[in-house]
């Protein structure tokens, strides 16, 4: 029996420095893959969850099997935590709580054999990011996406505690055929529940040139739910 404990214990150990490793190298969202052929499936392989918010996920196991015996670890708890809820046969539910801004991965496993296991990534973020796939208002020239990641807002003043963290975000020139427009610039909008603009931020390349990857940095205001950036593909949202 202690012999199978410590099996377990190795197990986990193992799993979760795995885990603690992909996310190192992880810096966009990216889709973690369910193991295949364990007997264990489910429902997503990514989840994105904001802030004060909770979403589920299910998993199934091979017919025959126990799925009160399910168990979840979190890479990275202080970004979202994970627990067991209703189960019924060999399906489990599993419900997702939003900590803080970040991505982690979150492993699913059989007690009785930590080999069966599925992966999910978590993508807890402070606001919803409504970006386009062409960034601008120029048909001829504009940017897309490369990445982009929350950090605490760290302004020491208490007084100006107004905003909630820090939004860095990356982005590069895809198409550049118009000379007479090479200082590109868009704009982005920080919404709250009610669809009000909170803050107008600029994004901007002061020498643009197709391929080049830019960076801006913008605070997000404390009551902000969603953030949208200026392209010509679609109106901007009021």
């Excluded at 120029?138 to 807002?153: A, G, I, K, T």
């Excluded at 950036?229 to 679609?234: D, G, K, R, V, W």
Aim: charged fraction near 15%.
């Amino acid at each position: 029996m202690k012999t199978n404990f410590k099996k377990l214990i190795c197990s986990a150990i193992t799993l979760f420095a795995m885990l603690t490793i992909s996310l190192s190298v992880s810096v966009l969202p990216v889709s973690a893959k369910e193991s295949v052929g364990n007997g264990l499936i489910l429902s997503t392989d990514l989840i994105t969850i904001t802030e004060n918010d909770t979403t589920t996920f299910t998993a199934l196991m091979a017919e025959g099997f126990d799925a009160s015996r399910l168990a979840c670890v979190v890479a990275d708890p202080t970004i979202a935590n994970v627990s067991l809820g209703t189960c019924a046969l060999n399906a489990a539910a599993f419900q997702v709580n939003y900590q803080s801004a970040g991505t982690t991965v979150a492993a699913v496993y059989n007690i009785d054999n930590p080999a069966v296991v599925a992966y999910v990534t978590i993508n807890a973020t402070p606001v919803i990011m409504d970006i386009p796939s062409k960034l601008g208002t120029n048909r001829d020239n504009y940017c897309s996406l490369v990445s982009y990641e929350f950090v605490p807002y760290d302004f020491p003043y208490a007084d100006f505690q107004d905003y909630k963290c820090t939004l860095n975000i990356k982005y590069q020139c895809i198409s550049y055929k118009d000379d007479d427009y090479n200082r590109w610039g868009c704009y982005g909008y920080f919404y709250d529940a009610a669809g009000n603009v909170l803050s107008k931020v600029h994004l901007y390349a002061n020498s643009l040139s197709k391929g080049r990857i830019y960076h801006s940095e913008f605070n997000v205001p404390v009551n902000a739910v969603r953030f949208s950036i200026e392209s010509f593909e679609t109106a901007r949202k009021k």
